[in-house]
């Protein structure tokens, strides 16, 4: 019997909203354990939370962008749950009218592409830290993180594949980052994704009992774990047994998932509206605002990046991977520099140097003005491609701009013919082995020659006024 996997995912994401979702603390990250506190997010009896707008307008955003159904009216409510990094022993979420539902989002998988749909996105706030040195024996809770608005994303059982996951996640974090919602940086918790996973017969329109994977660290950690847990329940139903619904953990280690707990039911949080908050009423007009306020997405910027500057499919998907990037690579070509040179120095020579550095481009020293002026400057003959590269390390060190390097320097291509010609007959003087292999009628010389001429210019020569030289010396000495 062949088997196929059913997979949904669940994507926790912090929103960077300044303040809490129910109180005016700070969300930073880097503050010191429990400096972002207050009485709400403390979980203290009579401390009375109020919605944060900026949090309601984000999530919009986010379910426009995933073409869900905003609701008209909906509302907060409690899941009821004890945990020591829950001070009110409940968590305010929202249950059965979610803020965002009825969605898709498009992912290409494969080379084609899919549509997954989206279940729902509704608004929560996340929870304490808890820190166990297992060393010292001892747990911290650091409540900064009790209270940061929380976005939860749950998308129907549409996808077949660990791989598919993959391609889903980082669409998501693609779009999410494009709408500047959140930093989405896993290793500090602002992204989390988990997969409910259960295997069927191949044909069978039933769903069999799914397990719930959590707290995997990285995309490709969650497509290891997808990978390994469909193999592990296909054997179990092979060989007589039965999947128990319950959540297991990932060990990045030896690769395998493990039985952690046996998964709650909805009923078992006793839900009930939260009587603190006000319902959620989101209007035509204020729903219209927000739209307008989208940015172009991911998808429809590659494919005009393809159209308006002729670009390969290839390089429009690498150019908008984030936005900053696409930003970076359009305004390099609003100050007049070729659409592909533009794309080039930007994905091999600028990106290489970023990834050394470990930047992001929006943190890029050398900005798109200087790339722009560097790029004139081989285009008009002032430095050679490789002189530029050069250029370009001490514009990534210093953020300097390329004219003045240039000048400093003494950068300019040598591009006066009668002087790269002394320089041209002194090589053919001083190689006269390699001359004369040249005349016998050996190509391949003619590549050493040059490169000698430009080591002795000290990389300055013009290099197309090297090769006419070149050619114009060894065919005139030849006929002499
Ligand atoms: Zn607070």
């Not at 010191?32 to 009896?45: D, H, I, Q, S």
């Not at 007009?285 to 308006?308: G, N, S, V, Y």
């Not at 070149?470 to 000495?477: A, F, I, Q, T």
Request: aromatic letters at 6%.
């Amino acid at each position: 019997m062949e088997f196929e996997a059913v997979i949904g995912m669940e994507v926790h994401v912090e929103i960077n909203s300044r303040s809490k979702v129910f109180c005016a603390c700070s969300t930073d990250f880097h503050a010191p354990p429990n400096t972002n506190v207050c009485p709400v997010c403390l979980g203290m009896p009579g401390a009375l939370p109020v919605l944060n707008r900026d949090m309601v307008e984000k999530s919009i955003m986010v379910g426009l962008a995933l073409n869900c159904q905003i609701s008209r009216w909906s509302k907060m409510d409690r899941k009821n749950y004890f945990y020591p990094d829950l001070a009110k022993n409940y968590q305010i979420s929202q249950y059965d009218l979610p803020l965002c539902h009825h969605g898709w989002i498009d992912i290409e998988a494969d080379g084609e592409t899919r549509r997954i749909r989206i279940t729902r996105a509704h608004m929560e706030e996340d929870t304490a830290r808890n820190t166990h040195t297992i060393a010292g024996g001892l747990s911290g809770v650091d409540f900064n993180r009790s209270g940061v608005p929380l976005l939860e994303i749950v998308t129907e059982p549409d996808i077949r594949s660990a791989r598919e996951a993959y391609d889903y996640l980082t669409a998501l974090k693609q779009l999410l980052q494009y709408l500047d919602v959140s930093d989405c940086n896993m290793e500090e918790g602002s992204l989390r994704a988990e997969a409910n996973v259960s295997v069927r017969p191949v044909g069978s329109d039933r769903l069999g009992t799914k397990t719930e994977i959590k707290n995997v660290a990285s995309f490709s950690g969650v497509q290891k774990a997808i990978d390994y847990e469909i193999r592990r329940q296909v054997e179990v139903i092979r060989s007589g047994g039965t999947i128990i619904q319950e959540t297991r953990g990932w060990d990045p280690d030896r690769g395998i998932t493990f039985s952690q707990r046996a998964k709650e039911s909805a009923h078992d949080y006793r839900y009930f509206p939260e009587p603190d908050l006000v319902p959620i009423v989101v209007d035509e007009d204020w729903e219209q605002r927000i739209r307008q306020r989208l940015p172009e997405f991911p998808a429809d910027r590659r494919k005009r990046f393809i159209t308006q500057y002729g670009l390969s499919a290839y390089d429009a998907g690498v150019l908008t991977q984030t936005r900053a990037m696409a930003d970076f690579y359009e305004s390099t070509v609003s100050r007049g520099a070729d659409a592909k040179k533009a794309a080039n120095w930007i994905m091999v020579e600028l990106q290489g140097r970023l990834t050394e550095a470990n930047l992001d481009i929006s943190r890029s020293p050398v900005s798109p003005d200087n790339l722009a002026r560097l790029i004139a400057l081989i285009d008009d003959g002032t430095i050679s491609g490789k002189i530029a590269k050069d250029v370009l390390n001490q514009m990534f060190a210093d953020g300097s701009d390329p004219d003045t390097i240039v000048r400093e320097k003494g950068l300019s291509q040598i591009s006066d013919a009668g002087a790269v010609e002394s320089v041209v007959r002194e090589v053919v003087r001083n190689n006269p082995d390699q001359v004369a292999q040249f005349r016998a009628g050996k190509e391949k010389v003619f590549a050493f020659l040059v490169g000698q001429v430009m080591k002795a210019s000290r990389g300055k020569a013009n290099p197309a006024l090297v090769n006419d030289l070149l050619r114009k010396v060894l065919n005139e000495e030849g006929d002499a």
